[in-house]
């Protein structure tokens, strides 16, 4: 994937940041005892508001994490884009992670808060 910017003839790869501080948390608003559990692990992350752009942030992001009803419609997109990256999809929640162990460990959190009963490793790449 490229990138230039608007008014600009000029292509370049984009930054990616190899050890990201920050994840991305999409609807924690809604989400305090996951909130809480990530302060608890010392994670420091964002809510943009804006599923797509925070997909296609995702690699500058410790990980991603949706919690809430989704349809597949509006995660296609943004998925594709993070294709090559370690993605768990269960049925309340979705985990994007560059790093196996990260999304593992993020999405058995999320699935013992949400009392989803016993975690289910649904690790796949696209």
Do not use: H
Not at 30 to 38: D, S, T, Y
Not at 106 to 115: G, R, S
Request: aromatic share 14%; hydrophobic share 40%; glycine share 4%.
């Amino acid at each position: 994937m490229r990138q230039t910017k608007i008014g600009s003839d000029e292509i370049f790869d984009p930054y990616i940041a190899p050890e990201p501080d920050v994840a991305i948390f999409e609807k924690a608003y809604n989400n305090p005892r996951i909130m809480e559990a990530l302060y608890k692990k010392g994670y420091k992350f964002r809510s943009p508001g804006a599923v797509a752009l925070s997909l296609a942030y995702s690699r500058n992001a410790k990980f991603f994490l949706y919690v809430g009803e989704y349809r597949d419609y509006d995660f296609k997109a943004g998925l594709a884009i993070c294709k090559d990256m370690n993605i768990i999809k269960e049925d309340r929640f979705i985990v994007v992670s560059k790093d196996e162990i990260i999304a593992a460990e993020i999405a058995d959190m999320t699935w013992e808060i949400l009392e989803c009963g016993t975690p289910v490793q649904n690790v796949f790449k696209l």
